[in-house]
């Protein structure tokens, strides 16, 4: 249990500089309004991207070992901690200005997540049956298609909304990846279907992300992707995994929900851009500035 506690630390770090990162890239990248994975490749093209992309994998791996000890309550919900790292560096470094209300929000967001850490109670993981692969097979096309559609939402709205998406993705992966994580054999761990879908969902949140943090407010992002990571893949890891909650501490986790649900709403209205894209005008092919809607 304690390599458990110093992965799931070193993961907040890596998840914290990850998302720095790859949010200044993606402000220096031409807005995409599709859903169309040659933004990878364009973003592939910043330093910057790069190494917040090779901080996420570290992160990834790291909660990936993180998850053989600890239920997906506690590891998915940690993740959203570095989202502290990410607005505390980016206010020293890039000089980000966060109002008031985006900072009690976040606070809001921190005490719900971590009554659903407090709320958790550690247990050894369960086979996931194939109905539930199925249904994550399901769920990354359900995203996938949803993601489509929503990448026509703009400024703070659409950071949310995407980033929700990317959340799903992500946590579609965290649940695959905790009983493969007790895996021991190398042929079965190559020859499980759950790798390929760790893979997947992995690759479709990564694109996401990068969509939300286009639209302009990093710190929105990735508090909806902490969020819509971490809600669904507890109650997955409740009803399938066998993960449960400490006798007498329900309360705390109904709490912890609906917090950390008050908290994303928040953030869809009064996050601010930390960066401003240009908008094409498609007809005439002519640049001009965003609305006002889209900066807020």
């Known amino acids: 249990m304690t390599s458990g506690w110093i992965f799931l630390a070193a993961m907040i770090a890596a998840y914290g500089?990850?998302?720095?990162?790859?949010?200044?890239?993606?402000?220096?990248?031409?807005?995409h309004?599709?859903?169309?994975?040659r933004l990878l490749l364009k973003l592939g093209q910043h330093r910057a991207y790069v190494i917040g992309v090779g901080c996420q994998f570290a992160a990834f791996a790291l909660a990936f070992l993180a998850r053989r000890d600890l239920p997906l309550f506690l590891v998915q919900s940690a993740v959203a901690a570095g989202l502290g790292i990410t607005a505390v560096l980016g206010v020293a470094v890039l000089?980000?200005?966060?109002?008031?209300?985006?900072?009690?929000?976040?606070?809001?967001?921190?005490?719900?997540?971590?009554?659903?850490i407090v709320a958790a109670e550690p247990m050894p993981s369960r086979q996931l049956p194939a109905a539930g692969v199925v249904l994550l097979v399901?769920?990354?096309f359900a995203i996938g298609a949803t993601g489509f559609f929503a990448v026509r939402?703009?400024?703070?709205?659409?950071?949310?909304?995407?980033g929700a998406l990317a959340g799903l993705a992500f946590g579609a992966a965290a649940v695959a990846s905790r009983p493969l994580a007790s895996v021991h054999s190398l042929d079965r761990f190559a020859s499980d279907p759950l790798l390929y879908l760790v893979v997947l969902h992995s690759v479709v949140g990564q694109l996401l992300l990068g969509l939300a943090m286009q639209r302009g407010s990093t710190t929105a992002a990735v508090a909806a992707?902490?969020?819509?990571?971490?809600?669904?893949?507890?109650?997955?890891?409740?009803v399938f995994l066998g993960d449960s909650i400490h006798p007498?501490?329900?309360?705390?986790?109904?709490?912890?929900?609906?917090?950390?649900?008050?908290?994303?709403?928040?953030?869809?209205?009064?996050?601010?851009?930390?960066?401003?894209?240009?908008?094409?005008?498609v007809p005439s092919g002519r640049v001009s500035a965003p609305p006002a809607a889209a900066r807020s």
Do not use: C
Request: glycine share 10%; no cysteine.
């Open 225 to 238: 992707m902490d969020a819509a990571a971490a809600v669904p893949a507890a109650i997955v890891g409740l």
């Open 248 to 281: 007498g501490r329900e309360w705390i986790a109904a709490v912890g929900f609906l917090a950390t649900l008050l908290a994303v709403i928040g953030l869809s209205f009064y996050a601010e851009p930390q960066h401003h894209h240009e908008v094409a005008d």
């Open 17 to 31: 500089v990850a998302n720095l990162l790859q949010s200044v890239a993606a402000a220096r990248t031409d807005l």
């Open 33 to 37: 309004q599709g859903f169309n994975p």
């Open 95 to 116: 000089k980000w200005r966060l109002p008031a209300a985006e900072l009690v929000l976040l606070v809001v967001l921190g005490v719900g997540l971590g009554g659903l």
């Open 138 to 140: 399901v769920a990354l």
């Open 153 to 162: 939402l703009h400024g703070a709205p659409g950071s949310v909304v995407l």
